[in-house]
Nanobody, 124 residues
Framework: QVQLVESGGGLVQAGGSLRLSCVASGGTFSNHAMGWFRQAPGREREFVAAKSWSGGSTYYADSVKGRFTISRDNAKNTIYLRMSNLKPEDTAVYYC????WGLGSHDPSRYANWGQGTQVTVSS
């Protein structure tokens, strides 16, 4: 199974941008759907974006559509989340997750492998 390591989080002002990265190792990255989820203090983990194993399907939460972009580079075993026009309500720990042969589910229980998370803080 794949191991996942996120990076790229940090503190940014509202309206700013960040790019998160998630590097996979120990498995076949190209046959995994990849998702990004986030969890704010006191709240449940929520879906942000996902891309199917083939890369042919992409999904976004309504709250991030038009501001976030998910992409994958199979040659680098890496998934990215480009976040623009950040808002204070985007503050959370962001996790990447992998599902073998997945189609890009919104349901976190479909994903067997998770990274440790990276903190994103957006100040107003």
């Amino acid at each position: 199974q794949v191991q996942l390591v996120e990076s790229g989080g940090g503190l940014v002002q509202a309206g700013g941008s960040l790019r998160l990265s998630c590097v996979a190792s120990g498995g076949t990255f190209s046959n995994h759907a990849m998702g990004w989820f986030r969890q704010a203090p006191g709240r449940e983990r929520e879906f942000v974006a996902a891309k199917s194993w083939s890369g042919g399907s992409t999904y976004y939460a309504d709250s991030v559509k038009g501001r976030f972009t998910i992409s994958r580079d199979n040659a680098k075993n890496t998934i990215y989340l480009r976040m623009s026009n950040l808002k204070p309500e985007d503050t959370a720990v962001y996790y990447c997750a992998a599902e073998v042969w997945g189609l890009g589910s919104h349901d976190p229980s479909r994903y067997a492998n998770w990274g440790q998370g990276t903190q994103v803080t957006v100040s107003s």
